[in-house]
């Protein structure tokens, strides 16, 4: 930061092969397939905070919708833990993950595609309920990045690893490398 403040006077192309620089050898793709497959949501709340509101702000400028302030004022001031929904929930209840074994729930509830937020009183109110019943939830959380959620029928694996493939895709396109 240093280096490009000094240098703001250069030309752009200079600023912008300083700044690759710096990340040449953390290519998008290895951290893209790290954060497939890996555990999004413990130890993580902080950056997956900032990683869905970078994605709501993409969503509202591809949809040409306003982000609800509102809502992003009250995840932003509570603790991360307080905002952080699973769609699926954590807990392994017969009734929500039906069919799913316990590995397979072990593997997916804490996946990127598999977590939301939503302003503390209404992830309270989702709770430990299954998908259909959160999704009255969901309509009134005025975030664009549930709009996908309110249309399905149900939430299964495909549908996290769906999900998980969107976002990663977001996260290609927001974070690709730098090409100078």
């Avoid at 700044?19 to 993580?44: N, P, Q, T």
């Avoid at 307080?82 to 929930?89: C, D, K, Q, R, T």
């Avoid at 017969?94 to 595609?113: D, M, P, V």
């Avoid at 503390?120 to 019943?133: H, I, M, Q, T, V």
């Amino acid at each position: 930061a240093k280096t490009v403040q000094k240098d703001s006077s250069s030309a752009t192309s200079y600023l912008l092969k300083i700044i690759a620089d710096i990340g040449w050898d953390f290519d998008i793709e290895g951290a893209l397939a790290e954060l497939e497959r890996s555990d999004c949501y413990d130890g993580w709340q902080k950056e997956l905070r900032y990683f869905f509101y970078r994605y709501e702000e993409f969503l509202s400028k591809q949809t040409k919708k306003q982000i609800d302030e509102s809502e992003w004022i009250q995840i932003w001031k509570t603790n991360p833990n307080n905002s952080i929904e699973h769609i699926l929930p954590q807990s392994r209840t017969l009734r929500c993950w039906k069919g799913i074994s316990e590995s397979k729930h072990a593997k997916y509830k804490n996946r990127l595609g598999n977590l939301v937020l939503l302003a503390p009183r209404l992830n309270s109110e989702a709770g430990n309920k299954c998908f259909k019943d959160k999704q009255n939830v969901y309509n009134r959380a005025r975030l664009l990045a549930l709009d996908d959620l309110t249309s399905k029928n149900e939430w299964t694996i495909k549908a996290i690893e769906e999900r998980t493939a969107k976002l990663i895709e977001f996260a290609r396109e927001q974070w690709r490398d730098l090409e100078v």
